[in-house]
């Protein structure tokens, strides 16, 4: 079976899923393939901080109604380290600026409730998707779907299929340069149902391994554990997770409140970058062609900012054929892409215990970067305007 579409968009993550009802806003229409069914791409626990240009972006799509009853807005975050806590009040020291806390799963579950109202196609559950003829001026996305091998004709495809996807790898040899950087560790996450133990949320340094206090409503809590990279969840009981957590965040008169663990995964932590984040009629975006370490809470925000800038570019080639904007995707997207990296990446280097710190010069260094950010206000307020998304 053969069809025609504007933009054939590989993945129904968050990428993906803006991207489509940011075109279908503007009259242009596309097909959505997602390899995984709506269940499970609607439970998938990932991430929880938006910043305050992705909840604009959302509610100007008209998608942010239940993020903007249900979303929590925080004005700082808790940095713990020696057992005392060190309040980073982002509002103070950015002017105002604040985080929301939203779950990504809900996002998603918003983005496919608006996409299914437009009678826009949304396939799930497709099987190996092969894109091809990016270099021609009718690439196509071939597939199978319900036992049938489908062919999808566009004008252009969106690789927005994260970073396990196909379409990266579609693009010849010699293309991509790729960054790379796999770090020593990974984070080992819960979903608990239980009421936060904070009000903010908690990125504490110790000398066991960081761990992570952050919540997705006023009865449950999400927290993490800097662990092995490749640690099998089995090795971790619910009993050993708490026992963990209750010996990294011990803080005098405070206490971590324990709750049925209804989720567990772990992530691997890994800085990537492949560029151009384009190839002919092939744009890629989100974790399907960057990926930060979890630390800076940059990775739904970066997607949701590559398909604002790629919509942009395809309105503006579709009204007049002028390419110029689709042109400059890549080069606009990557000054943000590697901005956030070294965010990310020095959240990273200042909160995880480093596994090959023998004489424990790094924790030394780690501990003096620390009192340096919560005693200068002008430390202080580089890592606030990094993290609410500031940029100059
Ligand atoms: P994805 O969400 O990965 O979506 C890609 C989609 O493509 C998926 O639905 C996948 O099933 C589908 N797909 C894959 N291959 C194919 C194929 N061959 N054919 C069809 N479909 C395919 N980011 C933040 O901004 N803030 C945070 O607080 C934060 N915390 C995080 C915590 C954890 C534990 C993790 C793991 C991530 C976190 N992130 C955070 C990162 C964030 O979750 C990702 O950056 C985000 O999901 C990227 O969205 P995406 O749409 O690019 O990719
Ligand atoms: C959450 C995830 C992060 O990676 C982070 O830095 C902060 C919070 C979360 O899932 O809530």
Same mark, same amino acid.
């Given at each position: 079976?053969?069809?025609?579409?504007?933009?054939?968009?590989?993945?129904a993550?968050?990428? +993906?899923?803006?991207?489509?009802?940011?075109l279908?806003?503007?009259?242009?229409?596309?097909? @959505?393939?997602?390899?995984?069914?709506?269940?499970?791409?609607?439970?998938?626990?990932?991430?929880?901080?938006?910043?305050? +240009?992705?909840?604009?972006?959302?509610?100007e799509?008209?998608?942010?109604?239940?993020?903007?009853?249900?979303?929590?807005?925080?004005?700082?975050?808790?940095?713990?380290? =020696?057992?005392?806590?060190?309040? @980073?009040?982002?509002?103070?020291?950015?002017? *105002?600026?604040?985080?929301?806390?939203?779950?990504?799963?809900?996002?998603?579950?918003?983005? @496919?409730?608006?996409?299914?109202?437009? /009678?826009?196609? #949304?396939?799930?559950?497709?099987?190996?998707?092969?894109?091809? /003829?990016?270099?021609?001026?009718r690439?196509? #996305?071939?597939?199978?779907?319900?036992?049938? %091998?489908?062919?999808?004709?566009?004008?252009?495809? &969106?690789?927005? =299929?994260?970073?396990?996807?196909?379409?990266?790898?579609?693009?010849?040899? /010699?293309v991509?340069?790729?960054?790379?950087?796999?770090?020593?560790? *990974?984070?080992?996450?819960?979903?608990?149902?239980?009421?936060?133990?904070?009000?903010?949320?908690?990125?504490?340094?110790?000398?066991? +391994?960081?761990?992570?206090?952050?919540?997705?409503?006023?009865?449950?809590?999400?927290?993490?554990?800097?662990?092995?990279?490749?640690?099998?969840?089995?090795?971790?009981?619910?009993?050993?997770?708490?026992?963990?957590?209750?010996? !990294?965040?011990?803080? %005098?008169?405070?206490? #971590?409140?324990? /709750?049925?663990?209804?989720?567990?995964?772990?992530?691997?932590?890994?800085?990537?970058? &492949?560029?151009?984040?384009?190839?002919?009629?092939?744009?890629?975006? *989100?974790?399907?062609?960057? @990926?930060?370490?979890?630390?800076?809470?940059? *990775? #739904?925000n970066?997607?949701?900012?590559?398909?604002?800038?790629?919509?942009?570019?395809?309105? !503006?080639?579709?009204? $007049?054929?002028?390419?110029?904007?689709?042109?400059?995707?890549?080069?606009?997207?990557?000054?943000?892409?590697?901005?956030?990296?070294?965010?990310?990446?020095?959240?990273?280097?200042?909160?995880?215990?480093?596994?090959?710190?023998?004489?424990?010069?790094?924790?030394?260094?780690?501990r003096?970067?620390?009192?340096?950010?919560?005693?200068?206000?002008?430390? &202080?307020? &580089?890592?606030?305007? $990094?993290?609410? +998304?500031l940029?100059?």
């Amino acid at each position: 079976m053969s069809e025609r579409t504007q933009v054939g968009i590989v993945g129904a993550g968050p990428a +993906g899923l803006v991207l489509g009802h940011l075109l279908h806003l503007r009259g242009i229409d596309s097909v @959505i393939l997602e390899d995984r069914d709506r269940d499970y791409v609607e439970k998938r626990v990932r991430a929880g901080v938006l910043e305050q +240009g992705t909840v604009d972006l959302l509610t100007e799509m008209g998608v942010g109604g239940r993020l903007q009853r249900e979303g929590l807005v925080h004005h700082g975050v808790e940095l713990r380290f =020696d057992r005392r806590g060190h309040r @980073i009040p982002f509002d103070e020291l950015t002017g *105002g600026c604040g985080i929301t806390i939203y779950g990504q799963q809900e996002v998603v579950k918003d983005l @496919i409730a608006a996409r299914l109202e437009t /009678g826009r196609p #949304l396939l799930f559950e497709v099987d190996d998707v092969r894109p091809e /003829g990016l270099d021609t001026d009718r690439p196509t #996305l071939r597939f199978r779907h319900g036992g049938d %091998e489908r062919e999808l004709r566009c004008d252009f495809i &969106a690789g927005c =299929d994260g970073f396990h996807g196909v379409c990266r790898d579609a693009v010849p040899d /010699g293309v991509l340069t790729r960054h790379e950087r796999a770090y020593p560790f *990974g984070w080992l996450g819960i979903l608990a149902e239980v009421a936060p133990s904070s009000e903010e949320l908690i990125y504490c340094h110790h000398d066991r +391994g960081f761990a992570l206090h952050s919540m997705r409503s006023p009865e449950l809590t999400r927290l993490y554990l800097q662990c092995e990279p490749d640690e099998p969840i089995e090795s971790w009981p619910d009993e050993r997770i708490w026992e963990e957590l209750h010996a !990294r965040f011990e803080s %005098e008169g405070w206490a #971590l409140k324990e /709750g049925p663990i209804v989720e567990k995964g772990v992530t691997p932590m890994r800085s990537f970058v &492949a560029e151009p984040m384009q190839h002919g009629r092939l744009f890629l975006a *989100g974790d399907a062609v960057h @990926i930060v370490p979890a630390t800076g809470a940059k *990775g #739904l925000n970066l997607a949701v900012a590559d398909v604002r800038v790629l919509a942009d570019g395809l309105s !503006r080639w579709f009204s $007049n054929q002028d390419d110029t904007l689709l042109r400059s995707y890549s080069e606009q997207c990557l000054g943000r892409v590697w901005h956030a990296q070294y965010f990310a990446w020095w959240m990273t280097q200042l909160l995880h215990r480093m596994p090959d710190d023998g004489d424990g010069f790094q924790t030394k260094l780690q501990r003096a970067q620390l009192s340096h950010v919560v005693s200068s206000r002008a430390a &202080a307020t &580089a890592l606030a305007e $990094n993290y609410v +998304g500031l940029r100059r």
